[in-house]
């Protein structure tokens, strides 16, 4: 198998391989576009999203800087707030719902290395999607890690590290992320 097919199967494959690298020297290049486009011409900025993101919805803005790893795994719905600094390493598909809204400095992360130094030596990666659903709001310097599902009407806490899944109607924080209380749910999702 390619090490894109074994990143695409959930299974370990090595991030040096010569296609992996291309990809994501194409992701820095559509970042700096984007980031290079004056911060008031949400026009061109909206242009440039959904050129180089999977899809994007109306009314979507991030602020500089914004970079990803492969930006065609980013699925962003309408409504969209993203603030300063926000990283997305999308190896893999990062689906955000609609009306949500992500704090400074937050990373979203698809990707991990093994605890073997040997694995890590040998460029080694496993990589899993994120979800993240609709009318949530995540606060700055937030980490989301792979494989999380972040559910619908869900707060999580400034400088959370979420680890595990997230259900509806949740406020979370800590690190790791826990659940704090139930939230009310004022709208029809």
């Known amino acids: 198998m390619k090490e894109l097919e074994k990143l695409n199967a959930g299974m370990e494959y090595c991030y040096a391989d010569p296609m992996l690298i291309k990809r994501k020297e194409q992701a820095m290049a559509w970042c700096r576009e984007y980031n290079d486009i004056p911060e008031d011409d949400y026009a061109a900025q909206h242009l ?5 993101l999977g899809s994007v919805g109306d009314r979507v803005w991030i602020a500089r800087m914004f970079n990803c790893d492969c930006c065609k795994n980013v699925f962003i719905g309408n409504c969209f707030t993203g603030n ?3 990283t997305i ?11 949500v809204m992500i704090g400074p ?5 698809t990707v991990g290395h093994p605890l073997s130094p040997a694995g890590r030596r040998n460029y080694m990666a496993i990589a899993k999607p994120v979800r993240i659903g609709n009318d949530v709001w995540i606060g700055g310097n937030v980490t989301i890690l792979p494989g999380v599902t972040i559910g619908n009407n ?4 400034a400088g959370a590290v979420v680890a595990n899944d997230v259900p509806d109607n949740t406020l979370v924080g800590g690190v790791p992320a826990k659940k704090i209380k139930d939230i009310d749910n004022d709208v029809d999702l």
């Not at 869900?154 to 806490?157: D, F």
């Open 154 to 157: 869900v707060v999580v806490a």
């Open 105 to 109: 400095n937050t990373l979203i992360s």
């Open 48 to 52: 440039q999203l959904k050129k180089m």
């Open 89 to 99: 390493l999308d190896i893999r598909e990062v689906w955000i719902g609609n009306n």
């Open 84 to 86: 300063f600094n926000l």
